[in-house]
């Protein structure tokens, strides 16, 4: 299945029954899928039909989104995001290369690590210039993402970013650039965001010590195997 690469964000447009939807593939948005439009309660992803759960935590979600500030940050119409529900039941492999999503068991010839959860989130562990770190695997994110405590780590590339956290709004963050390692796949001058507001988005995953998130555009031209069944993250070079 193709997708969109619109602004570091995948984006994938599905047809309903009121039209064309475009959805973000979100691993950091821990509720079941969600579309703004509350009637739609059936979609197919990856050629697989599945019904959409009502529930408090989805429907409050929903309300929780200023969909226009996420659609002007994607810059392209926001529609929902594909959650946790999806994720847990299928294997996906998903080519930032060729921009196609497959769900598939194969994860050979990929570096693969361990993934642990906390509230349907997946978390890894990585090196941000050699300095370990709990970090959320958050495909939603533009960018990797570090503690500010480590600024004096990373090189600073003088440059800023808009972004938008449903629960904390929109906020501005600096741009550094640094090394990151997962297990034993190493991905150089990665762009690394900072922020004392992603600061607070990680506080918020308690008992995790969570200092970074591993964002999407750092797996650019990279293949993603995704298992949530099997707690796995898998890399490898397209």
């Given at each position: 299945?193709?997708?969109?690469?619109?602004?570091?964000?995948?984006?994938?447009?599905?047809?309903?029954?009121?039209?064309?939807?475009n959805?973000?593939?979100?691993?950091?948005?821990?509720?079941?899928?969600?579309?703004?439009?509350?009637?739609?309660?059936?979609?197919?992803?990856?050629?697989?039909?599945?019904?959409?759960?009502?529930?408090?935590?989805?429907?409050?979600?929903?309300?929780?989104?200023?969909?226009?500030?996420?659609?002007?940050?994607?810059?392209?119409?926001?529609?929902?995001?594909?959650?946790?529900?999806f994720?847990?039941?299928?294997?996906?492999?998903?080519?930032?290369?060729?921009?196609?999503?497959?769900?598939?068991?194969?994860?050979?010839?990929?570096?693969?690590?361990?993934?642990?959860?906390?509230?349907?989130?997946?978390?890894?562990?990585?090196?941000?210039?050699?300095?370990?770190?709990?970090?959320?695997?958050?495909?939603?994110?533009?960018?990797?993402?570090?503690?500010?405590?480590?600024?004096?780590?990373?090189i600073?590339?003088?440059?800023?970013?808009?972004?938008?956290?449903?629960?904390?709004?929109?906020?501005?963050?600096?741009?550094?650039?640094?090394?990151?390692?997962?297990?034993?796949?190493?991905?150089?001058?990665?762009?690394?965001?900072?922020?004392?507001?992603?600061?607070?988005?990680?506080?918020?995953?308690?008992?995790?010590?969570?200092?970074?998130?591993?964002?999407?555009?750092?797996?650019?031209?990279?293949?993603?195997?995704?298992?949530?069944?099997?707690?796995?993250?898998g890399?490898?070079?397209?």
């Amino acid at each position: 299945m193709k997708f969109n690469y619109i602004n570091n964000h995948i984006v994938i447009p599905r047809d309903t029954k009121n039209g064309i939807k475009n959805v973000v593939l979100d691993t950091g948005n821990p509720t079941f899928t969600v579309l703004n439009d509350e009637t739609i309660n059936e979609i197919s992803f990856c050629g697989v039909d599945f019904r959409l759960e009502s529930n408090f935590m989805v429907n409050q979600f929903r309300q929780m989104v200023n969909w226009e500030q996420i659609s002007d940050l994607v810059q392209t119409e926001i529609h929902g995001f594909i959650g946790f529900d999806f994720l847990s039941n299928y294997n996906l492999i998903i080519d930032l290369k060729n921009y196609e999503i497959i769900i598939s068991d194969d994860n050979d010839g990929f570096s693969l690590s361990e993934i642990d959860f906390f509230m349907n989130i997946p978390i890894i562990r990585m090196k941000i210039q050699d300095i370990e770190i709990n970090a959320i695997f958050d495909t939603g994110a533009m960018y990797s993402i570090a503690n500010t405590n480590y600024i004096n780590f990373l090189i600073n590339k003088n440059k800023t970013i808009n972004d938008y956290n449903p629960m904390l709004g929109k906020f501005t963050a600096n741009l550094f650039e640094g090394n990151i390692k997962i297990d034993d796949f190493v991905i150089e001058n990665a762009v690394i965001a900072c922020s004392p507001k992603y600061d607070s988005a990680m506080q918020m995953v308690q008992g995790k010590n969570i200092n970074g998130f591993l964002g999407i555009s750092t797996l650019n031209d990279k293949i993603i195997f995704l298992s949530y069944k099997n707690k796995q993250l898998g890399l490898k070079n397209a």
